[in-house]
Nanobody, 124 residues
Framework: QLQASGGGLVQAGGSLRVSCAAS????????MTWFRQAPGKEREFVAT????????YYADSVKGRFTISRDNAKNTVYLEMNSLKPEDTAVYYC???????????????????WGRGTLVTVSS
Protein backbone atom coordinates (compact mmCIF):
# COMPACT_ATOMS: atom_id res chain seq x y z
CA GLN A 1 0.00 0.00 0.00
CA LEU A 2 1.30 3.44 -0.96
CA GLN A 3 0.23 6.71 0.63
CA ALA A 4 1.27 10.02 -0.88
CA SER A 5 1.18 13.23 1.14
CA GLY A 6 2.56 16.74 1.26
CA GLY A 7 0.71 18.36 -1.60
CA GLY A 8 -0.72 21.83 -1.33
CA LEU A 9 -0.91 25.32 -2.77
CA VAL A 10 2.32 27.17 -3.50
CA GLN A 11 3.21 30.27 -5.46
CA ALA A 12 5.24 30.09 -8.63
CA GLY A 13 8.93 29.98 -7.81
CA GLY A 14 8.28 28.29 -4.50
CA SER A 15 9.16 24.86 -3.19
CA LEU A 16 7.30 21.85 -1.90
CA ARG A 17 8.19 18.32 -0.87
CA VAL A 18 5.82 15.42 -1.37
CA SER A 19 6.29 12.05 0.27
CA CYS A 20 5.10 8.54 -0.36
CA ALA A 21 5.09 6.00 2.44
CA ALA A 22 4.93 2.33 1.60
CA SER A 23 3.84 -0.60 3.71
CA UNK A 24 5.21 -4.08 3.27
CA UNK A 25 8.65 -5.59 3.00
CA UNK A 26 9.34 -5.06 -0.69
CA UNK A 27 10.09 -1.33 -0.58
CA UNK A 28 13.85 -1.63 -0.12
CA UNK A 29 14.17 -3.70 -3.29
CA UNK A 30 11.70 -1.71 -5.37
CA UNK A 31 11.99 0.94 -8.03
CA MET A 32 10.02 3.98 -6.92
CA THR A 33 8.66 6.50 -9.36
CA TRP A 34 6.64 9.68 -9.35
CA PHE A 35 4.10 10.41 -12.03
CA ARG A 36 1.70 13.34 -12.31
CA GLN A 37 -1.59 14.04 -14.00
CA ALA A 38 -2.80 17.52 -14.79
CA PRO A 39 -6.48 18.22 -15.44
CA GLY A 40 -7.49 16.99 -18.85
CA LYS A 41 -4.12 15.41 -19.55
CA GLU A 42 -2.66 11.93 -19.45
CA ARG A 43 -0.57 10.76 -16.56
CA GLU A 44 3.09 11.47 -17.21
CA PHE A 45 6.42 10.38 -15.83
CA VAL A 46 8.23 12.77 -13.49
CA ALA A 47 11.14 11.03 -11.74
CA THR A 48 12.33 7.59 -10.72
CA UNK A 49 14.90 6.03 -8.43
CA UNK A 50 16.25 2.51 -8.26
CA UNK A 51 16.07 0.35 -5.16
CA UNK A 52 19.24 1.79 -3.60
CA UNK A 53 18.63 5.43 -4.48
CA UNK A 54 21.96 5.68 -6.27
CA UNK A 55 20.39 5.77 -9.71
CA UNK A 56 17.80 8.36 -10.69
CA TYR A 57 16.20 9.67 -13.87
CA TYR A 58 14.05 12.70 -14.56
CA ALA A 59 11.67 14.02 -17.16
CA ASP A 60 13.19 16.89 -19.10
CA SER A 61 10.45 19.19 -17.86
CA VAL A 62 11.60 18.87 -14.23
CA LYS A 63 15.32 18.18 -14.57
CA GLY A 64 17.33 20.56 -12.44
CA ARG A 65 14.28 21.60 -10.41
CA PHE A 66 13.03 18.36 -8.84
CA THR A 67 14.96 15.81 -6.80
CA ILE A 68 13.80 12.30 -5.99
CA SER A 69 15.21 10.53 -2.96
CA ARG A 70 14.33 7.63 -0.72
CA ASP A 71 14.83 6.43 2.82
CA ASN A 72 14.62 2.66 2.89
CA ALA A 73 14.69 2.61 6.67
CA LYS A 74 11.44 4.61 6.64
CA ASN A 75 9.92 2.95 3.55
CA THR A 76 9.48 6.42 2.10
CA VAL A 77 10.27 8.11 -1.19
CA TYR A 78 10.36 11.87 -1.55
CA LEU A 79 10.06 14.39 -4.35
CA GLU A 80 11.60 17.76 -3.59
CA MET A 81 10.21 20.35 -5.98
CA ASN A 82 11.88 23.72 -6.42
CA SER A 83 11.29 26.66 -8.76
CA LEU A 84 7.74 25.50 -9.23
CA LYS A 85 5.79 26.66 -12.24
CA PRO A 86 2.02 26.81 -12.83
CA GLU A 87 2.43 23.99 -15.36
CA ASP A 88 3.61 21.76 -12.51
CA THR A 89 0.05 21.81 -11.16
CA ALA A 90 -1.17 18.21 -11.05
CA VAL A 91 -2.04 15.28 -8.88
CA TYR A 92 1.23 13.56 -8.06
CA TYR A 93 1.24 9.77 -7.78
CA CYS A 94 3.90 7.42 -6.50
CA UNK A 95 4.29 4.00 -8.05
CA UNK A 96 6.24 0.90 -7.13
CA UNK A 97 7.84 -1.81 -9.20
CA UNK A 98 9.38 -4.58 -7.14
CA UNK A 99 12.33 -6.86 -7.77
CA UNK A 100 15.60 -4.84 -7.95
CA UNK A 101 15.08 -4.19 -11.64
CA UNK A 102 18.30 -2.73 -13.15
CA UNK A 103 16.26 -0.75 -15.65
CA UNK A 104 14.52 2.50 -14.70
CA UNK A 105 11.08 2.39 -16.26
CA UNK A 106 9.05 5.47 -17.16
CA UNK A 107 5.75 4.08 -18.48
CA UNK A 108 2.66 3.80 -16.32
CA UNK A 109 1.86 0.27 -17.45
CA UNK A 110 5.18 -0.92 -16.04
CA UNK A 111 4.10 -0.21 -12.47
CA UNK A 112 1.61 -2.53 -10.78
CA UNK A 113 1.29 -0.64 -7.50
CA TRP A 114 0.05 2.92 -7.11
CA GLY A 115 -0.72 5.38 -4.37
CA ARG A 116 -3.82 7.58 -4.35
CA GLY A 117 -2.06 10.80 -5.24
CA THR A 118 -1.59 14.21 -3.70
CA LEU A 119 -2.60 17.48 -5.33
CA VAL A 120 -0.01 20.15 -5.99
CA THR A 121 -1.30 23.52 -7.13
CA VAL A 122 1.08 26.24 -8.27
CA SER A 123 -0.40 29.70 -8.54
CA SER A 124 0.99 32.33 -10.88
Amino acid sequence: QLQASGGGLVQAGGSLRVSCAASGRTFSSATMTWFRQAPGKEREFVATTNWSGRSTYYADSVKGRFTISRDNAKNTVYLEMNSLKPEDTAVYYCALRSGRDPTLHTQTYQYPYWGRGTLVTVSS
